[in-house]
């Protein structure tokens, strides 16, 4: 990592409520790393032009660049990332590790209908259009394989470890009535990973379960049923998912789990966007949803919506930028829990 001789520092964005100085302490207190913390200034023209500025050098030194692609809006976060990434070189720095939490666009991974784009290809080539970007470091890629999009090396994080850890802080060795769900085919893997990492822990299998959807037209499908192990009396534990958007398919899922008699829902998701309003339905239903921070919020947003819990992964990301400094250092070995024996 980097050019021999050169050394490492962390620039922050000042949308990250706080990622950049969580990073900075633990690699100081838990590793010894005096990594240098850099906030990012920007300031705009009349227009809305915005205009980055590092304010101190980083010359000849590897930047971890720590980012929130999605404030003030993902198109705004973006152009503020390809023109920060642009100051950075310019400034002679060794080489750019993009810490992006969230990653925008990767829903549309393929050509699914006629004249569309495949947008997290187009992603992959403007971060790689600046020769300085060597590394990307994120969580829970919209589908693992499109870290084949990229041609630099892309360590795609699991909230496996930070899920299954609140999950044991939350119901203890009790488990005998949990299930675990995939609201749909495409959480299975996640899920499956989640009740296996429980099962490694507490020495005893977790029950598994997904749902079952049937398409009734174009772009519209019903939930037909659920396959495994029934919700009936159970506390359903939603694994894994990946994004909350609007919420919709996950209201339905909820309703649905709810009407087959089980005792209570919750619901783990690594991205929580929460558009169209998705905040008053889950507030006026009181639904639990744990979500990590990867779309950093203030303390004041959490105050006003106690149905979302925060799970915070700022120094999971510190463990993998420490990882990523070493020679022969392994991120992979991040993705199991601390607790396991």
């Not at 990250?16 to 913390?37: C, F, S």
């Not at 790689?128 to 829970?140: C, G, H, W």
Request: aromatic share 8%.
């Amino acid at each position: 990592m980097g050019a021999p001789g050169s050394s490492f520092a962390l620039v922050s964005s000042p949308l990250m409520h706080g990622w950049g100085d969580i990073i900075a302490q633990y690699l100081i207190r838990e590793r010894g790393v005096a990594m240098p913390h850099h906030k990012m200034e920007y300031t705009a023209f009349a227009n809305g032009e915005l205009l980055p500025q590092i304010p101190e050098s980083v010359r000849r030194q590897h930047v971890f660049f720590v980012h929130a692609l999605q404030y003030p809006d993902p198109n705004t976060a973006l152009m503020t990332m390809f023109l920060t990434n642009d100051a950075m070189q310019r400034a002679s720095v060794d080489g750019i590790t993009l810490v992006l939490p969230y990653i925008p666009y990767l829903r549309q991974d393929r050509k699914d209908k006629p004249r569309v784009p495949i947008s997290a290809r187009t992603i992959a080539d403007l971060v790689e259009s600046n020769r300085a970007v060597k590394q990307l470091i994120t969580i829970d890629m919209h589908a693992e394989q499109e870290q084949g999009f990229f041609s630099i090396p892309v360590d795609n994080l699991s909230s496996v470890r930070p899920f299954s850890e609140h999950i044991l802080d939350r119901f203890g060795t009790d488990t005998e009535n949990i299930v675990l769900l995939a609201a749909d085919f495409g959480g299975v893997v996640r899920t499956r990973r989640l009740a296996e990492e429980l099962t490694q822990q507490l020495s005893k299998n977790i029950a598994f379960a997904m749902v079952e959807k049937r398409r009734v037209g174009p772009n519209k499908a019903t939930i037909a049923g659920i396959i495994g192990a029934s919700v009936a009396g159970a506390r359903v534990i939603i694994g894994s998912e990946d994004i909350i958007d609007t919420g919709g398919t996950l209201r339905e899922v909820i309703n649905f789990v709810i009407g087959k008699g089980a005792l209570e829902v919750v619901t783990y998701a690594t991205h929580g966007i929460f558009s169209n309003n998705a905040e008053q339905y889950f507030a006026e239903h009181n639904f639990w949803v744990g979500c990590t921070d990867s779309i950093p919020r203030s303390p004041e947003y959490y105050a006003a919506n106690s149905w979302l819990t925060k799970i915070p992964i700022a120094q999971y990301f510190a463990e993998a930028i420490f990882e990523a400094t070493q020679p022969g250092g392994s991120i992979s070995k991040l993705s199991t829990s601390r607790r396991r024996k």
